[in-house]
């Protein structure tokens, strides 16, 4: 077994037994460790135009008014959480499904939470047909800094194959609309994904060649990560996926943009000081709002219903709409918050022995030789901090945190 599949072994068990909930016992929310400490709010809007094959998220076809139902009931949400107190939340993401589906209600919805709390920075995702001048204009106006728009491929057969290309249009013309949208944010980030079946180290390199000539502020490249029932879907129609070519197509991509771009995690490429897509990696802890949301806090994690008008229900009798919830261990808690320093590029053991206390060290002494002997570790600027020398482990790992996370997301869809 290779060291790279044994990476990937090792986080498949681990991340399996992270996202083993139990029922949810009524209770709300729990509190961060830190009341002062900057937390992250993630909010979940789970309509789409239309469902792409690939994708395992929660979402569901666009309909107006269950929309704007919902909408206001993560208004409520919000509210709860202001009530409940103890939440200092800094940062933003907005993620989905497709946010921008009702923009007269997404721009509201960020008024709304900027009233209760102080909001420093907003990332918003979309879809390139929502690339419009004037909606872009209106997220820019709410404080929107980060704007992450999801192009997975610029291969027309691959756009085709996904059901993407007659609902956002040829490689060429999404193209266009991502040149026309430049300037307007701070960071405008091309969400991209490697590893599709039938995509040939020529059809990622015309991918990346699009890319450098755009030249984006921000760029994601992640490997294809789907729950089970998503991979058999994909692998009828469009052919295996072979996750071992991964590590070949990962080498393609840092090498050609690391020609205008720097690492920010192991696999977001960011050209300046750019607000990044995995808010998992600034912020420790963070909350969930909206149907099928996960927070992290206090060591526990946590999902909101993902039956939509449970959700509401819920939020309407006054009650947070959590379905699932688990304590984890300090061991658990300790090598969580190991694998996402190391997905972001710099392993600070002082700040988690600062965090854990001396078992810290005891703990995660066999996971840092490990790391150490094979070259996945390497030495920071200064004692007890260390650089992340082979990505690749970050991306294996991270892919089977979420290939996980996708499967319980199929599991609570299954019994919504």
Not at 400 to 408: D, L, M, R
Request: net charge neutral; aromatic share 14%; with cysteine.
């Amino acid at each position: 077994m290779s060291v790279e599949n044994f990476v990937g072994y090792i986080a498949r068990r681990m991340a399996n037994r992270y996202v083993q909930f139990d029922e949810n016992t009524s209770e709300g929310p729990p509190r961060p460790q830190d009341a002062q400490s900057p937390l992250m709010l993630y909010m979940h809007i789970p309509f789409c135009e239309e469902l792409c094959t690939y994708c395992s998220f929660h979402r569901v076809k666009f309909q107006e008014e269950s929309a704007r139902n919902y909408f206001a009931a993560l208004r409520k949400e919000i509210l709860m959480y202001h009530q409940r107190g103890g939440y200092n939340f800094k940062s933003l993401y907005i993620g989905g499904g497709t946010p921008t589906v009702l923009m007269d209600e997404l721009t509201a919805t960020i008024e709304w939470i900027k009233k209760y709390f102080d909001i420093e920075e907003i990332s918003v995702e979309t879809n390139p047909n929502h690339l419009d001048k004037d909606k872009m204009m209106a997220l820019k106006a709410v404080g929107v800094g980060r704007l992450s728009v999801g192009i997975q491929s610029f291969d027309d057969d691959i756009l085709r194959a996904t059901d993407r290309y007659h609902k956002y249009g040829s490689s060429e013309e999404i193209a266009q609309r991502l040149q026309e949208t430049q300037g307007i944010f701070k960071t405008l980030n091309a969400d991209m994904i490697y590893n599709f079946p039938g995509q040939t180290e020529e059809i990622l390199q015309r991918d990346l060649d699009i890319l450098l000539k755009l030249k984006v502020d921000q760029v994601t490249f992640y490997p294809l990560m789907m729950a089970s029932t998503t991979r058999n879907k994909i692998e009828k129609t469009m052919g295996i996926v072979c996750d071992e070519r991964g590590q070949a197509l990962y080498k393609m991509i840092t090498a050609t943009l690391k020609k205008d771009y720097r690492l920010s995690t192991a696999w977001c490429f960011s050209r300046d000081a750019s607000l990044i897509d995995e808010y998992v990696v600034n912020y420790e802890e963070y909350a969930g709002i909206g149907s099928g949301a996960f927070g992290y806090l206090n060591g526990c994690v946590y999902a909101n219903s993902f039956n939509i008008p449970e959700y509401i229900q819920q939020i309407e009798a006054g009650k947070f709409p959590i379905a699932a919830r688990r304590n984890f261990n300090s061991l658990s808690m300790m090598l969580y918050d190991f694998m996402m320093q190391f997905f972001g590029l710099r392993v600070d053991t002082n700040h988690l022995r600062q965090k854990y206390g001396f078992c810290a060290a005891l703990c995660l002494w066999p996971v840092m030789l490990f790391f150490r002997l094979t070259g996945g570790l390497g030495k920071g600027e200064k004692a007890g901090v260390f650089t992340t020398t082979k990505p690749y482990f970050g991306v294996i790992m991270m892919r089977e945190f979420f290939t996980a996370v996708n499967n319980f997301r199929d599991y609570c869809r299954s019994r919504a």
